[in-house]
DNA sequence: TAGATTGTTAATCGATTAACAATC
DNA sequence: TAGATTGTTAATCGATTAACAATC
């Protein structure tokens, strides 16, 4: 019974909802009250039980959600039971770090390539993959098919690429830069991660904290 | 002018505000409309005035906003005007590649210290920093007093971390790990970066453009 | 069956958009 | 002054919460 479009609220949910049942799961849980998870997630009731109608009906009345159940089902719903293959766009010290410390297989993903334009990271390893020259790029992508990328490029060189990977097939964009990809392009999922602005946004919160506003000033 | 209490909506787009301001300002702009700004952002010109409007009044009948003065307020609301020493704890891949990928100056924070437990770690440069052990966190914020904290440690040391973190005057933290700090803590400013739940979110987006839900399955 | 809890509809709340009077 | 564009109020839209009938 999926509805038609789900609203970015709901789906920016759905991985804690996950993350949180797979630790349900790993405590032992079998079953779960939408009320009991609320108070474990600090979300109403309600909320839960609509999102989860977004895509079916999951429960039992009178009995609540089977937990490891229902996280196979939302995990269904997130495509985590595929693996997309995924590149890396640069390889520097955040696409490094990114590509090492991410759990890419059970977030739907297999990170099978890491390109960069520098000669010198070239050869690099990164756990079992080593940096290519990005001049191999488009053979690699014809022979190995991937369908998502990291983007952990300078700003400046983020339009081109761009264009590149998606006459390479790519669908899935992991986007560190401020490019907007969806100007020049459609039919892309497109998951931006503006970490500058994330810390602009915690200097707000200090400076607010520190400094709150008056009613009169 | 300021209203109490900002919603959440408004504060996250103020440093995609702040951003774009300088850009234009790097661009020549002198002066812009809402509506000129609403085109370049792909917002409504509505939305824009009512979110400045937050705020004070920084705009002019007649002539639009002055592109510097504007960026200029938005950045003191920012709380960009001052640099809040800041910490790193944690300094493995992850760690190191924010510590050194980041402007922390333009984001109203200044690294000042990195702490690892791993001995191996300890003494590894961070541009100009040397990651410290972890024994000398207190002595050193007693010296220095950090006011921020980037946690990049396993979720399983988080909870013990930030409390020592609180109890040493740190009240803002740049939070990369999934432990939840205001669950035990209050005041204190929080901005949480959710890697593994961005790249779940890219697999849904993906998932759902490939696989398109229809009406009635 | 009685109790519990879902799925779902209705009510509320908040955020976005539209409209326009104020004014530069 | 006339034209432009803000600041702000009112209307709309969407998301969250509350309520409750359905049902396990």
Known sequence: MS???ISNSVIRR???YYRFLGELENNGYVRISSRELSEKMGLTASQIRQDFNCFGEFGQQGYGYNVS???FEIGKILGLNVQTPMI???AGNLGTA??????FKNKGFDLIGAFDSNPELVGKKIGS????DISELEKFCSENKPVAAILCIPMSAAEKMVDTLISCGIKAFWNFTHYDIRINHENVAVENVHLGDSLTTLS????????PPSDDE
Chains 1, 2 share one sequence.
């Open 14 to 16: 759905l991985p804690r």
């Open 204 to 211: 707000y919160g200090l400076n607010t904290l520190i400094n």
């Open 129 to 132: 993959l080593s940096v290519r």
């Open 98 to 103: 990114i590509a090492s410390h991410i759990d």
């Open 3 to 5: 509805k038609n479009s």
């Open 88 to 90: 890396l766009l640069g």
């Open 69 to 71: 159940d229902l996280r």
